[in-house]
């Protein structure tokens, strides 16, 4: 059987639905088809359990301002990452007052952002403080020793702690949850009542190549067994681990020689209500060396289908899976000679990354409890249940002297011809998805966007587009109250 379209998406989570929601927008003839392998969309990275839902800003994650040799702050990072989550809330709050979305509330919610350090680190967190507060940014950011403040502000902090022990807090009252699996669940039923959007759950891509000016896939629907070839212009792998396969086999050369590490997760839920309701705070620690990004410890409030949790972690694992409900064959099959070099140069200077890997396999919960004890003294087993988290696939490439190198972030590869556009790892990831998009966007449909409808669209789209904050403040302040206005989240000017 053979099919066509325009635009192919692989993968039904929160990147694949945000650029089909931005193309429909920019072009409503566009035809596009989302094909997921799953029985939904949203079920793996993007969804609520398997991920942290925090909407990063950097208003707390401390492995975006690192410390340097001198003793300074790096907040270069933080700085981009808070604009980029930005871009996000305008193109939500448009797609709200277009209907596009529903109410704020049924995936978005206010929770404070705090940053949490015990002891020697205490110092660090101070001189971070006071560099971020040298942005607008983060002018209206609170740091404090005050045990009492600390505790009007999360007092799960200070049950059963030690009166001596040093700590700090910063505090940020603009931070927010996010369940990015139904933003992505919303887009795909909205757009799906338009002529021209088709989304196709239980379809796996098996292959692709390139014909001519067109790329030609190979589908199976896994329910029916029916094998189906379609053919489109343009296809774009936002199927978060499942991506990195499908790059391989399209066999452009932009992504020859890029390894995939795959690193799992598990969250401590709590199941007793009323220390649930005692928190109300996304609570950021600072990861020990050697530990991935992704396992930077919080206490963190989440709204979940409508109802207020407590989760602790993630504590990272490791298995060979790309997605959580992958094959154990994904990490081994992906070994290529193009690749082999490298990921070994990357193992080899990740040794204690992979030391403590094995040693978050090997732990028990008790062990797991140690670590929740140092955010929450008086926590007690009996409170809280283990849950496997989702899989990531942190990108392995060779880094500017030519060797290989595991990074932590994410990665947009695109083919010459901008026909083909895969999206690579991890964190911050879905809160910087509309950023993201428009960087598929730049490399992939230039010639659209440089048309004025296509540029006018986009600065109603997302206002802050192509605007730098220190190009106009008070314009920047402007887009800020009117997001904050439509998604019901506070608004302090910069």
């Known amino acids: 059987m053979s099919e066509g379209s325009e635009v192919v998406l692989v993968g039904g989570g929160i990147m694949s639905l945000t650029l089909a929601a931005m193309l429909k927008e920019l072009k409503p003839s566009l035809h596009i088809s989302v094909?997921?392998?799953?029985?939904?969309?949203?079920?793996e990275s993007s969804s609520v359990w398997n991920n942290a839902g925090t909407g990063h800003q950097a208003l707390c994650e401390l492995n975006y301002t690192p410390q340097k040799e001198d003793g300074s702050i790096?907040?270069?990072?933080?700085?981009?990452?808070?604009?980029?989550?930005?871009?996000?809330?305008?193109f939500w709050a448009y797609c709200i007052r277009k209907q596009i979305l529903k109410g704020a509330h049924t995936f978005l919610n206010p929770v404070p952002h705090l940053s949490?350090?015990?002891?020697?680190?205490?110092?660090?967190?101070?001189?971070?403080?006071?560099?971020?507060?040298?942005?607008?940014?983060?002018?209206?950011?609170?740091?404090?020793?005050?045990?009492?403040?600390?505790?009007?502000?999360?007092?799960?902090?200070?049950?059963?702690?030690?009166?001596?022990?040093?700590?700090a807090v910063t505090y940020m009252a603009e931070g927010s949850d996010v369940d990015f699996?139904?933003?992505?669940?919303?887009?795909?039923?909205?757009?799906s009542q338009e002529d021209g959007f088709n989304v196709y759950v239980h379809?796996?891509?098996?292959?692709?190549?390139?014909?001519?000016?067109?790329?030609?896939?190979?589908?199976?629907?896994?329910?029916?067994?029916?094998?189906?070839?379609?053919?489109?212009?343009?296809?774009?792998?936002?199927?978060?681990?499942?991506?990195?396969?499908?790059?391989?086999?399209?066999?452009i050369p932009e992504g020859r020689g890029y390894g995939g590490f795959p690193v799992g997760g598990l969250w401590l839920i709590c199941n007793n209500r009323d220390i649930i309701e005692k928190h109300n705070a996304k609570i950021y620690g600072k990861a020990s060396i050697g530990d991935p990004p992704m396992s930077v410890p919080h206490l963190d409030t989440r709204i979940i289908r409508g109802k207020k949790e407590l989760l602790f972690g993630p504590y990272a694992g490791f298995n060979t899976k790309f997605l959580k409900k992958g094959s154990f064959f994904d990490f081994p099959s992906s070994i290529r000679l193009n690749n082999c070099i490298?990921?070994?140069?990357?193992?080899?200077?990740?040794?204690?990354?992979?030391?403590?890997?094995?040693?978050?396999?090997?732990?028990?919960?008790?062990?797991?409890?140690?670590?929740?004890?140092?955010?929450?003294?008086?926590?007690?087993?009996?409170?809280?249940?283990?849950q496997f988290a989702g899989q990531r696939v942190q990108v392995i490439k060779k880094d500017k002297n030519?060797?290989?190198?595991?990074?932590?972030?994410?990665?947009?590869?695109?083919?010459?011809?901008?026909?083909?556009?895969?999206?690579?790892?991890?964190?911050?990831?879905?809160?910087?998805?509309?950023?993201?998009?428009?960087?598929?966007?730049?490399?992939?449909?230039?010639?659209?966007?440089?048309?004025?409808?296509?540029?006018?669209?986009?600065?109603?789209?997302?206002?802050?587009?192509?605007?730098?904050?220190?190009?106009n403040i008070t314009h920047f302040n402007e887009c800020r109250f009117k997001t904050a206005q439509t998604l019901h989240i506070p608004f302090c000017e910069i």
Not at 181 to 191: D, N, S
Request: proline share 4%; with cysteine.
């Open 35 to 43: 094909y997921e392998m799953f029985e939904d969309l949203a079920t």
């Open 74 to 90: 790096d907040t270069s990072k933080a700085l981009k990452i808070n604009q980029q989550y930005e871009l996000s809330k305008e």
């Open 116 to 167: 949490f350090v015990v002891d020697d680190i205490v110092p660090y967190l101070k001189k971070r403080y006071e560099t971020l507060k040298t942005s607008p940014l983060f002018k209206n950011m609170i740091y404090t020793e005050d045990r009492e403040q600390i505790k009007e502000w999360a007092p799960l902090l200070l049950e059963g702690r030690n009166d001596t022990q040093k700590m």
């Open 181 to 191: 699996g139904e933003i992505a669940r919303q887009f795909g039923e909205k757009l």
């Open 203 to 251: 379809h796996k891509v098996r292959d692709l190549t390139k014909e001519g000016n067109e790329w030609k896939l190979d589908i199976v629907d896994t329910k029916s067994g029916e094998n189906k070839q379609v053919k489109a212009k343009f296809v774009f792998l936002g199927a978060g681990g499942g991506s990195f396969p499908l790059l391989q086999k399209s066999g």
């Open 342 to 386: 490298p990921m070994i140069q990357a193992g080899i200077d990740n040794v204690p990354l992979t030391i403590y890997l094995i040693k978050q396999i090997l732990s028990t919960d008790r062990m797991r409890m140690r670590k929740l004890n140092v955010f929450f003294p008086a926590a007690e087993f009996s409170d809280w249940n283990a």
């Open 402 to 471: 030519g060797r290989g190198s595991l990074q932590f972030g994410t990665e947009v590869i695109t083919s010459s011809d901008g026909s083909l556009a895969a999206l690579l790892g991890a964190s911050p990831g879905a809160s910087t998805a509309v950023d993201i998009m428009i960087e598929v966007l730049q490399r992939c449909f230039g010639d659209e966007m440089k048309t004025s409808a296509w540029q006018d669209k986009l600065a109603e789209m997302v206002p802050s587009y192509n605007r730098s904050l220190e190009e």
